[in-house]
Structures are given as structure tokens and as C-alpha cells.
């Protein structure tokens, strides 16, 4: 991606690189913040991205196994030049997706539910998912998280059950303080929402 002073980072398995005065400079995931795991049978899964209109970079991290996430080591943005983050309460956790609202809110899909920044104040709220259906154990990892023009999250989450969270994706709306499911149960592990000029 780009930064805004249009410098290019590419996410690797081992960190960042950033070109400035055509050199590429290494930032590993310790130096940002991410502290490495203990458990050799985790893949790590680092994303990096460009917020919409703030232009910041944020990194999010999901720990996997073969049925799926297992926890992680949260968010990063950069600030600046210092990287946030590394205290609670977007430290530790399945960290899959990231968006922003046009007045600057961010939005982090982690673990079971989202998470939203208030940039006036840069204090963080948790919106837990609903339930999940009766044959699931939870609602897992989240798949796709887009902001609608009235600055609404419309979500696609995986669920898990007993052995896995790779069957079926629930779709979610949240608006005034609710979440509302929609429509059937997806199978398959992606889902893409598209907002047309009327919204």
C-alpha cells in the first residue's frame, strides 16, 4: 500500500518493508509492537492497511490452526512514527478486518464481535455479535466488513462449530445500537457488500 507520503509498504511473512529514498527498510512484527508466538503450530496472519480517509497504516493479526483462528496479537497503526497499540484493549486477539467511517471512526472485526475508535476521544468500544444459531457453537472470525454511507458496519462473520468455523457465514447490519441478521446462512468463506449512490 501507500502511505501518504505515497512511499510503498508490502506486508511479508517476517514484516514490513517501507521504500524511502529507494531503499527498502525492514520493520519486523516485534518492532511493531507483536510479540512473537509460543506455539510453533500457529500460522501467523499479519494484514496491512491504508485507512480510507485518515491515511493511516494499521497492521490487524489472526493466530490459525487447522479448524480455524485461535486467538492472536491484535492491532497496530502508526502514528506518526510510533507504533500504538501494544496495551489493551486491541493487544491480544483474532484481529481480521478493519475499516473506517468518513467523520474517522475506525472499525476492527476481532475475535467475536467489532470494535469501534472514537478519534475525538481514541477510546475503543466493544459491540459483542448476537448469538449465533442453535447448531453453532459461536460466531467466529470475521470474513468482510464494509461502512455503509450513514456510517453503518454491515459484517459477514464465519461460524464455528464443533470442529471447525469453515461451513457457513452469517451476514450482519449494525444501527442504532443493534445488530440485525440478514437473510439465509451463506456456505462458502467470502461475501462482498457493494453500496450503490443512493446508500
Same mark, same amino acid.
Given at each position: ?32 509492537? #507483536? ?60 484481529a481480521t478486518a478493519l475499516a473506517e467511517d468518513e467523520s474517522g471512526r475506525i472499525w476492527v472485526g ?30 467466529? #472470525? ?23 468455523? #469453515? ?27 457493494? #453500496?450503490?449512490?443512493?446508500?
Amino acid at each position: 500500500v501507500l502511505d501518504q507520503d505515497s512511499r510503498p509498504w508490502l506486508k511479508t511473512h517476517q514484516g514490513l518493508r517501507v521504500l524511502e529514498d529507494d531503499i527498502w527498510q525492514i520493520l519486523t512484527y516485534p518492532e511493531l509492537g #507483536f510479540q512473537p508466538s509460543q506455539l510453533p503450530a500457529f500460522i501467523p496472519g499479519y494484514q496491512l492497511h491504508r485507512t480510507r480517509y485518515s491515511h493511516q497504516l494499521w497492521v490487524t493479526e489472526c493466530d490459525w490452526i487447522g479448524p480455524g483462528p485461535d486467538g492472536g496479537r491484535g492491532v497496530r497503526w502508526l502514528d506518526g512514527s510510533t507504533w500504538m497499540g501494544s496495551e489493551p484493549p486491541l493487544d491480544e486477539g483474532c484481529a481480521t478486518a478493519l475499516a473506517e467511517d468518513e467523520s474517522g471512526r475506525i472499525w476492527v472485526g476481532m475475535d467475536s464481535g467489532l470494535w469501534e475508535m472514537d478519534p475525538g476521544q481514541e477510546t475503543w468500544t466493544q459491540m459483542p455479535f448476537p448469538e449465533p444459531p442453535p447448531e453453532y457453537s459461536r460466531v467466529g #472470525f470475521v470474513t468482510e466488513l464494509k461502512i455503509d454511507p450513514a456510517g453503518d458496519p454491515w459484517v459477514s462473520a464465519a461460524l464455528c462449530g464443533g470442529a471447525s468455523c #469453515f461451513s457457513e457465514i452469517i451476514h450482519l447490519h449494525y444501527q442504532d445500537g443493534e445488530w440485525y441478521p440478514l437473510g439465509e446462512l451463506d456456505r462458502g468463506v467470502s461475501s462482498w457488500f457493494v #453500496f450503490d449512490q443512493q446508500g
